[in-house]
């Protein structure tokens, strides 16, 4: 896929900044550079529109969004994101399917949520979930540190008669589980690299809770929960610069019509709801959202799942407040959260989502699994233990895998991969999005200067005008407004509302049992409108339709 730029690293925040100014100034009728705010560290999160200005005003198109590094480590998809937009300006002159998709849409890209926490977890040893700052502050413990000065953050064992843990014995770089009858022999507890706050109270050890623990993807306002029940939460929904400038330009851009929302890792494609059970939403939408889904798994090769019947941990306590939910109960905007790259499905052992505990076992297998697929394929990301001095343990070692470019994000050469398949489920996901048209204008004349026009007012998207029957429910669809102007009207409306045009995802379409296939009844996808007018043979008359998620449309034509 031709792009201007190189997906083979990841951007800080100063190369991201270069590269989107650069692209600003070579396409500026096609590119459109806002900052969405200001994080507390002074960068910008940045918003990037792409529309043909000479097409129409942004408002005015189907409008789609797309974000990531809502989570601060999961820089794969600010790259993805960056990689979309490169390559939709990139090829507009020579691609006559990326032109009519500019020229007829809107794009809203925020390629990074969280610029302070991506830019701390790109510059640092440190993992990060959303942002480094302070909101649980907690005395004592083992407190992740870099101790021999190589950027990385790895394992760290000490050995201990107390030890969980021994040397696997067909292989003493590996670690294995120590066996109830082992009661003598060397055995080791195994922490993240890192120093000894004192603490009060037992003289066992413990890790020290994150101190960065907001999680913005929990401080959306839908299903929000208060800390402790939701950790990460935050003090109220929005509490977040962040998350607040989304929310607020969501609600200022009525045209979004879908969302794709960047994370990782883990190979889904994860789709609402995710606080109640798929069959106690619409079917309809159930149908739809499947169907955007089987997109992304042919394009990103990734499992699409249900995010509360398949993916999370508890239905009794959901992990609720993400954007993706805000979006689609509230908005009705269907809305794709991509968890990019799989290294377990790589490494041959793949996640079984969906069953509640996993036996420790597996896991560990999987983990040694992981460990050799990266010493075969980025053995740059991973350290044979090596010993090391110091203050707190005594002599220990130190070793294994980076984890932010291995587990969390892919290693860099495997990072354009992701990118394409991303950018291309984007291009798809675009053309579902409603688009209205006007069909079949016609008029007669009924007497002298009376005449009867008839016009067909359509929707040729597969999404409804509506989006979602959620949108319905919820009052967050409008209407589809058609105007007549140029003529007296005796019958008939000046300004007609259609309460929805269905996409042709309502149509309803069957398989018999002797193999043929059929079109049961169509959708409600159009809808004639007549009037009666007054006027001269000759006279203009203009038919105007328009509707936010759809776009507009006219007709002009002579009586």
């Known amino acids: 896929m031709k792009t201007t730029f190189e997906y083979d690293h990841y951007y800080d925040y100063e190369e991201l900044s270069e590269k989107l100014h650069f692209l600003n100034e070579k396409y500026p009728d096609l590119m459109e550079l806002q900052v969405n705010c200001v994080s507390e560290e002074e960068r910008n999160q940045y918003l990037i529109i792409l529309t043909n200005r000479k097409t129409g005003d942004m408002l005015d198109k189907p409008g789609f969004y797309i974000d990531g590094n809502i989570h601060a480590g999961e820089v794969t998809a600010s790259m993805c994101v960056m990689h979309t937009i490169d390559y939709l300006l990139t090829n507009y002159e020579d691609d006559d399917e990326i032109r009519k998709i500019i020229d007829e849409m809107t794009i809203y890209c925020i390629p990074r949520v969280s610029p302070d926490g991506a830019e701390t977890y790109l510059k640092t040893p440190y993992s990060i979930r959303s942002v480094n700052r302070v909101s649980k502050k907690e005395k004592g413990g083992l407190k992740e540190e870099d101790l021999d000065g190589d950027g990385i953050i790895r394992m760290m064992r000490i050995k201990t008669p107390y030890g969980a843990w021994k040397k696997d014995p067909k292989d003493e770089e590996l670690m294995t589980l120590r066996d109830p009858s082992d009661s003598s022999g060397e055995f080791y507890d195994i922490y993240p690299e890192g120093i000894l706050e004192e603490y009060e109270g037992s003289e066992n050890l413990k890790l020290k809770k994150e101190e960065w623990n907001l999680d913005f993807n929990r401080n959306f306002p839908y299903g929000w929960h208060p800390e402790p029940r939701q950790d990460g939460a935050g003090v109220y929904p929005l509490s977040n610069i962040e998350t607040k400038a989304i929310v607020d330009f969501v609600l200022s851009h009525d045209n979004i019509g879908g969302a794709a929302i960047g994370h990782t890792s883990g190979g889904l494609l994860l789709y609402p709801p995710g606080t109640k059970a798929s069959d106690k939403a619409f079917e309809e939408d159930i149908k739809v959202l499947k169907a955007i889904a089987r997109?992304?798994?042919?394009?990103?090769?990734?499992?699409?799942?249900?995010?509360?019947?398949?993916?999370?941990?508890?239905?009794?306590?959901?992990?609720?407040?993400?954007?993706?939910?805000?979006?689609?109960?509230?908005?009705?905007?269907?809305?794709?959260?991509?968890?990019?790259?799989?290294?377990?499905?790589?490494?041959?052992?793949?996640?079984?989502?969906?069953?509640?505990?996993?036996?420790?076992?597996?896991?560990?297998?999987?983990?040694?699994?992981?460990?050799?697929?990266?010493?075969?394929?980025?053995?740059?990301?991973?350290?044979?233990?090596?010993?090391?001095?110091?203050?707190?343990?005594?002599?220990?070692?130190?070793?294994?895998?980076?984890?932010?470019?291995?587990?969390?994000?892919?290693?860099?050469?495997?990072?354009?991969?992701?990118?394409?398949?991303?950018?291309?489920?984007?291009?798809?996901?675009?053309?579902?999005?409603?688009?209205?048209?006007?069909?079949?204008?016609?008029?007669?004349?009924?007497?002298?200067?009376?005449?009867?026009?008839?016009?067909?007012?359509?929707?040729?998207?597969?999404?409804?005008?509506?989006?979602?029957?959620?949108?319905?429910?919820?009052?967050?669809?409008?209407?589809?407004?058609?105007?007549?102007?140029?003529?007296?009207?005796?019958?008939?409306?000046?300004?007609?509302?259609?309460?929805?045009?269905?996409?042709?995802?309502?149509?309803?379409?069957?398989?018999?049992?002797?193999?043929?296939?059929?079109?049961?009844?169509?959708?409600?996808?159009?809808?004639?409108?007549?009037?009666?007018?007054?006027?001269?043979?000759?006279?203009?008359?203009?038919?105007?339709?328009?509707?936010?998620?759809?776009?507009?449309?006219?007709?002009?034509?002579?009586?």
């Open 295 to 559: 997109m992304g798994e042919e394009e990103l090769g990734y499992k699409a799942l249900n995010i509360f019947d398949n993916y999370v941990q508890s239905q009794e306590n959901v992990d609720s407040g993400a954007l993706d939910d805000w979006m689609f109960e509230t908005q009705g905007i269907p809305a794709y959260t991509m968890e990019f790259w799989d290294l377990a499905s790589k490494a041959g052992m793949p996640y079984k989502w969906g069953q509640k505990e996993e036996d420790p076992y597996d896991s560990l297998k999987r983990y040694e699994a992981v460990l050799k697929w990266v010493k075969e394929n980025a053995p740059e990301y991973y350290l044979s233990w090596k010993k090391h001095v110091t203050e707190d343990f005594g002599e220990v070692e130190l070793g294994g895998l980076n984890y932010k470019f291995t587990n969390q994000n892919p290693p860099e050469k495997f990072l354009l991969k992701e990118c394409e398949a991303d950018t291309r489920f984007n291009i798809r996901f675009m053309k579902a999005m409603p688009k209205l048209s006007i069909d079949e204008v016609s008029s007669k004349q009924i007497s002298d200067e009376i005449y009867q026009i008839e016009a067909i007012i359509g929707n040729r998207g597969y999404l409804s005008t509506a989006l979602t029957r959620t949108g319905l429910a919820n009052k967050a669809a409008k209407p589809v407004k058609v105007q007549i102007e140029g003529c007296e009207i005796i019958q008939g409306k000046k300004e007609t509302e259609i309460e929805e045009l269905q996409g042709y995802s309502s149509t309803l379409t069957g398989v018999y049992n002797y193999g043929n296939i059929a079109t049961i009844h169509n959708a409600s996808a159009r809808k004639k409108l007549t009037w009666i007018v007054k006027g001269k043979t000759g006279d203009q008359i203009r038919i105007f339709a328009c509707q936010a998620k759809a776009g507009k449309a006219e007709k002009i034509f002579t009586l």
